[in-house]
Nanobody
Framework: QVQLVESGGGLVQAGGSLRLACTTT????????MAWHRQAPGKPREWVAE???????IYKAAVKGRFTVSRDNAKNTFYLQMINLKPEDTAVYYC?????????WGQGTQVTVSS
């Protein structure tokens, strides 16, 4: 069973930065895609960004230029670097791993951006 554990969330002022980490219990070379999603209060969960096993990264338009995804296979960890945070980025952030047709989720980490 693959487990994902997020960390790095917190409270930050608008314009600030945070780096989220997602550590896995499995060899990351077996993971095809690692993605970040988020869910704001009262809204559905939405995809934010992902990076493939070939290190191709793609982003939601609203975060492009401010968020950067990366993966460190040696540490079994996947990152989401966020800069210039905005109040509308406030949400619970979840990491998500694709292994073949299987999908695995972390428990989420809260990010709160104050204005």
């Amino acid at each position: 069973q693959v487990q994902l554990v997020e960390s790095g969330g917190g409270l930050v002022q608008a314009g600030g930065s945070l780096r989220l980490a997602c550590t896995t219990t499995t060899d990351m070379t077996s993971i095809n895609v690692m993605a970040w999603h988020r869910q704001a209060p009262g809204k559905p969960r939405e995809w934010v960004a992902e990076v493939s096993d070939s290190n191709t990264a793609i982003y939601k338009a609203a975060v492009k230029g401010r968020f950067t995804v990366s993966r460190d296979n040696a540490k079994n960890t996947f990152y989401l670097q966020m800069i210039n945070l905005k109040p509308e980025d406030t949400a619970v952030y979840y990491c998500n791993a694709h292994i073949g047709k299987s999908r695995y989720w972390g428990q989420g980490t809260q990010v709160t951006v104050s204005s």
